[in-house]
């Protein structure tokens, strides 16, 4: 989409004047969206347009209607909790766009950095818990959000089959297991899923977590959510295999938290379907259509691949055994 076709859609939504000089500079970061710092005579703001293929090695495309379902989702969770997303400004969806407040990165450091510094505060890492859990806990009695968020197709396509039914074509002998984790995910219609808590679209302000990037935005399974960030902290235990404590408190930390808010289900159902979510993305980030990037050592890989593939062929029941599995490595 060129610059000028940006800046019609702005003056559409009125976000910019007709004529008034504006500037468009890319922000870099994501792999499935094209994002770029708006300046105008009078503000700074953000406008993200999705992409048909995700920016990876693999060929991942994924439907642009993301767009419309990260703005929707990012207006209903501001209704709620306006210190948590970015404010939605405006959105064109024949353009396929929207705009958003822009946060300085000076005073909204992203939380995967701090992280991967070494720098694990478990207080913030509880805050994402709640906030997680807040919003699945709201979203369940909401009237109208199974239909206004009836986005299966786009999540199927960002999420289940890239990460579980792709890992399920590397490794047959747990296709079973994983393609069972997918369709039992799919089926499960309970709250409005972000389907993308990673510590890279997480910010850490002054007043605590900002949640960015709910492109994959759907009404499904909350211990997708769960398994989804709890993951991260492992992956980056794994990393740092000298010291892996502070992230398995950041993993107790997020547990507790987000199963304290939870009260549309039976809590140990929900952290047995998490826990088995777990073991399954641990291994799609080694062998699926998205792998951690960080990890570059062969012993750390094989470290994760064999620790999930024992928790696929040994289901567990809680979150417990498998960040009680990593205290035990050394190697």
């Known amino acids: 989409m060129s610059d000028q076709s940006i800046?019609?859609?702005?003056?559409?939504l009125h976000l910019a004047q007709p004529g008034e000089t504006v500037t468009l500079t890319p922000l870099t970061g994501g792999v499935s969206s094209d994002i770029q710092l708006v300046e105008t005579s009078a503000r700074r703001f953000c406008v993200k347009r999705a992409l048909p293929q995700l920016k990876v090695a693999a060929v991942w495309e994924a439907p642009?209607?993301?767009?419309?379902?990260?703005?929707?989702?990012?207006r209903l969770v501001y209704g709620?909790?306006?210190?948590l997303v970015p404010?939605?400004?405006?959105?064109?969806?024949?353009?396929?766009?929207f705009a958003m407040d822009y946060l300085a990165p000076e005073d909204h450091p992203v939380w995967k950095q701090h992280l991967l510094?070494?720098?694990?505060?478990?207080?913030?890492?509880?805050l994402v818990g709640t906030a997680l859990g807040v919003i699945h806990r709201r979203s369940s009695t909401e009237p109208g959000l199974p239909a206004r968020f009836a986005n299966d197709v786009l999540?199927?396509?960002?999420?289940?089959d890239p990460y579980l039914r792709a890992t399920a074509r590397v490794h047959a002998d747990l296709a079973p297991a994983l393609i069972d984790l997918a369709e039992t995910t799919a089926r499960t219609k309970?709250?409005?899923?972000?389907?993308?808590?990673s510590p890279k679209n997480i910010l850490i302000a002054a007043h605590g977590p900002v949640l960015l990037d709910a492109e994959c935005a759907c009404f499904g399974d909350p211990a997708f959510d769960l398994a989804f960030l709890l993951?991260?902290?492992?992956?980056?235990?794994?990393?740092?295999?000298?010291?892996?404590a502070p992230y398995l408190a950041a993993f107790d930390a997020i547990a507790a938290a987000y199963l304290a808010e939870v009260d549309w289900e039976d809590r140990a159902g929900l952290e047995r379907r998490s826990a088995r979510l777990l073991a399954g993305l641990l291994l799609a980030r080694i062998d699926g259509k998205s792998p951690v990037e960080y990890l570059v050592e062969d012993t750390d890989k094989t470290w994760v691949r064999q620790s999930a593939r024992h928790f696929l062929l040994n289901p567990p029941d809680r979150l417990d055994p498998i960040r009680m599995h990593w205290m035990t490595r050394n190697d």
Request: proline fraction near 3%; glycine fraction near 6%.
């Open 64 to 74: 642009v209607e993301r767009n419309a379902a990260e703005a929707e989702w990012l």
């Open 80 to 83: 709620w909790l306006p210190n």
């Open 117 to 126: 510094a070494g720098q694990v505060d478990t207080a913030f890492a509880a």
């Open 155 to 160: 999540f199927d396509a960002l999420r289940l």
């Open 87 to 97: 404010a939605l400004l405006g959105e064109d969806r024949e353009a396929g766009l």
């Open 190 to 197: 309970l709250v409005l899923m972000h389907g993308d808590v």
């Open 231 to 244: 993951n991260h902290m492992l992956l980056k235990a794994t990393l740092k295999r000298d010291n892996p």
């Open 7 to 12: 800046i019609a859609a702005l003056t559409r």
